[in-house]
């Protein structure tokens, strides 16, 4: 392993050093809303961001740090008012999501929740590398398109796609219960047509002026201002912003620590690895408690996957500040 991808793991296991008197605090933190101690980016969805016939497209840059983050993380996530999954009639949602599974790890999905109705298309390349890419997704009304730098990955016909936001909430770098990125965002863009693929590379390597169709524009240059129509994007916890792919972007900083929110207690083995709750059961959907008590995986209150402790939620800032210069630092040396 390089010096470079040694960061999260060196910086989480000196942080648990320097403050072992956290470990009793976190396991009383809140429980109630467990996305409040992931970081990500945040603003409200609105009528211009739906996506329908007229045309849609999302996009933006990606760096996906591995060491960290959590599974199937979210890179872009727009939903409307009701939040949920597949099956529920009034859930409306449209997003990109990084696939941490063994058998597709990396790969991008580009999908879209319509009344409840999931559509999901998959790149054929992935981006689970240290290295940034660009993705898009795009929709005409008739096909679903995805993109991995600037270049058509896979392609899915489907028509009649009408996907209502507006009045719900948009997220970068996170995406629902416990699926925050880890890396850095840089350029979101939002479109109220279904741009074309030599458009899309066109302008996805430089920063540019808004025009026509463009109804959201992130450049994330040291604050989550949008250049379109003045709807900021707030960081939730901590998200500072530094050297990224064109100018500055969002470091979304979420290790492999995870906090002490409830975990699933359905008792049902959900993804078949012979374990019936969370957290090795990341199949579970029934946030209860944290019990863990088939197929040998018993896990006590407080302590997560990889061995580390929960405390480490507490010291979020601390962690961010440290992966942000102990990258630069290791990047300086290579140079």
């Known amino acids: 392993m390089s010096r470079r991808k040694m960061i999260p793991y060196v910086v ?3 942080l ?7 470990t009793a605090a976190a396991t009383s933190a809140p429980t109630s809303a467990p996305e409040i101690l992931k970081n990500y980016l945040q603003a409200p969805a609105i009528a211009s961001y739906n996506a329908g016939s007229s045309g849609f497209t999302v996009e933006c840059w990606a760096q996906v740090w591995k060491g960290g983050g959590d599974a199937d993380p979210g890179i872009i996530r727009c939903r409307g008012p009701v939040d949920g999954g597949c099956g529920n009639t009034s859930v409306e949602v449209w997003e990109l999501w990084m696939s941490t599974n063994l058998s597709s790890l990396g790969t991008v999905y580009w999908s879209i929740v319509d009344s409840g109705v999931c559509r ?7 981006i689970y590398d240290d290295a940034y890419h660009h993705v898009a997704g795009t929709y005409d009304g008739a096909t679903m398109r995805i993109y991995i730098d600037g270049v058509l990955s896979n392609s899915l016909s489907v028509s009649g796609l009408n996907v209502q936001v507006a009045g719900g909430e948009v997220r970068v770098g996170n995406s629902s219960y416990a699926k ?3 890396g850095q965002i840089d350029e979101v863009r939002i479109w109220s ?3 074309t693929q030599s458009q899309i590379a066109a302008d996805m390597t430089t920063e540019i002026a808004p025009g026509a169709g463009l109804v959201a524009y992130w450049q994330l240059n040291g604050n989550g201002t949008d250049l379109v129509d003045a ?3 707030v960081p939730i916890g901590t998200v500072p912003f530094d050297e990224g792919r064109l100018n500055q972007a969002a470091y979304i900083i979420n290790p492999f620590i ?7 207690s359905d008792g049902v ?4 690895d012979g374990c019936a709750d969370f957290p090795f059961d990341l199949g579970c959907s029934s946030p209860v408690d944290y019990s863990e008590e088939a197929g040998g995986c018993a896990s006590p209150p407080g302590v997560p996957l990889m061995g580390f402790p929960a405390s480490l939620v507490l010291v979020g800032p601390l962690m961010v500040l440290a992966v942000i210069f102990l990258r630069k630092k290791m990047a300086a040396r290579s140079s």
């Open 120 to 126: 999901e298309l998959q790149s054929t390349s992935g």
């Open 180 to 182: 925050g990125l880890h």
């Open 258 to 264: 995870l906090p002490p929110y409830p975990d699933c």
């Open 231 to 233: 709807n900021t994007l």
């Open 193 to 195: 047509v279904a741009r």
């Open 16 to 22: 648990v050093a320097l403050m072992p008197a956290a």
């Open 12 to 14: 989480s296991v000196a």
């Open 269 to 272: 083995d959900n993804d078949g």
